[in-house]
């Protein structure tokens, strides 16, 4: 099985700044892809950005050009670097990784979530 860790939540000023990371660990044979998503109160849980074990990005329509996706194959670790947030991004953020064990089988895992919020 594969365990999700997530830091760097909290709460920041519209226009400013937060990091998160989440380190993947367990019996891990391959890591693929791994993204955040985030769901706001009474919304559904959207996609906020994702990246391929070799690099390529995608990212939601409401953070592009504000937030970057970037990992770490040797350190198995996703970042998501969030820059002039607004009080939209309010939301608890969802670490995703998809990776498959050494029994040959490929699961979606899932983090606990880390609370982001941003004051007007």
């Known amino acids: 099985q594969v365990q999700l860790v997530e830091s760097g939540g909290g709460l920041v000023q519209a226009g400013g700044s937060l990091r998160l990371s989440c380190a993947a660990s367990?019996?891990?044979?391959?890591?693929?892809?791994m993204g955040w998503y985030r769901q706001a109160p009474g919304k559904q849980r959207d996609l906020v950005a994702d990246?391929?074990?070799?690099?390529?990005?995608n990212y939601g329509d409401s953070v592009k050009g504000r937030f970057t996706i970037s990992r770490d194959n040797v350190k198995n670790t996703v970042y998501l670097q969030m820059n002039s947030l607004k009080p939209e991004d309010t939301a608890v953020y969802y670490c995703?990784?998809?990776?498959?064990?050494?029994?040959?089988?490929?699961?979606?895992?899932w983090g606990q979530g880390t609370q982001v919020t941003v004051s007007s």
């Open positions: 367990g019996s891990i044979f391959s890591l693929n892809a």
């Open positions: 990246i391929t074990r070799g690099g390529i990005t």
């Open positions: 995703k990784a998809t990776a498959r064990d050494y029994r040959w089988d490929e699961y979606d895992y």
